[in-house]
């Protein structure tokens, strides 16, 4: 900071736009230059409870996804049959309306006919298509398909929107459509194929909404659901396989108790400054 003017200067005051005034540098700054700093002025404090409520959703939905991978598997191996998948899929359709019609607040009968026609058109649409995926990938080596699809998940894990899912097509959404395709392509039949892509595209399209549905009608209920998900899926992986077991274990103890721990502890280390030289702020009255 430069040394206060002589009298014999003008006084110096801030201009945006004035250009360079005389007997000043262009840097010159006064003693008043610092009295405006504020220090951590957008500082959010968080608390470890709230920390670890909100991140249960990501913990519910590990566990969808590692659901699904989970019937993929048992579906490959012959263990669940094709009438099952399709029972499979007409209770979660049957059970998605229903928690649709309990927990929407403007959900009127047209809307709900609109809903059902568009998924009647999508199901004949998956029927149709499903000899093409049956094909689709018979050139290629199943190990290569796991590959594949271990990736697609991982990328549609990393992109989900976890705090306001929709339906619009992304990245993610588009990720776990393709591995859905991949798995289908090594089933036998061409009911197995529309039956296991179905049940597919019911959990990665409409599960999050669901979901998400649920916790905006009682966030208790929220926590009660995602607890018993948790719970109904680790027993199904230990059955499974024990190291996949501890790995979802560690996973879900890592998101749900020491990201929240992480994220409170780094707040303390948190430093902001502003002041006069942050960019002005333009604020118009439209009512003018």
Known sequence: MEENPSPSRRKWRKVAYGGMQPGYDDNYT???FLEGMVMNA????????KVMHDSVSISQYLCIVALVVCVW?????STISETSLLLLDTGLLVSGFLVLLL????????LLLHYLLNISLFICGLYILAPIYQTLTRSISSDSIWALTVSLLILHLFLHDYSNPTL????SLNASIVASVLIASRLPSRLHVFAIVLFSLQVFLFAPLITNCIKKFSFRLHLWFSS????MTL????????????????????????????????QEYKFEINGPWDEAKLCFDITE
């Not at 018993?228 to 719970?231: E, I, Y």
């Open 228 to 231: 018993g998900l948790m719970v």
């Open 73 to 77: 598997t048992y579906t490959l191996g």
């Open 235 to 266: 027993g199904l992986i230990f059955t499974f396989h024990k190291m996949i077991f501890s790995l979802l274990l560690g996973l879900l103890v890592f998101v749900n108790v020491v990201c929240p721990y992480w994220l409170i502890r780094i």
């Open 30 to 32: 006064d003693e008043s």
């Open 103 to 110: 927990t929407a607040k403007t959900l009127s009968f047209l």
């Open 168 to 171: 619009t097509g992304n990245i």
């Open 42 to 49: 957008n500082l959010v404090k968080r608390d470890m409870l």
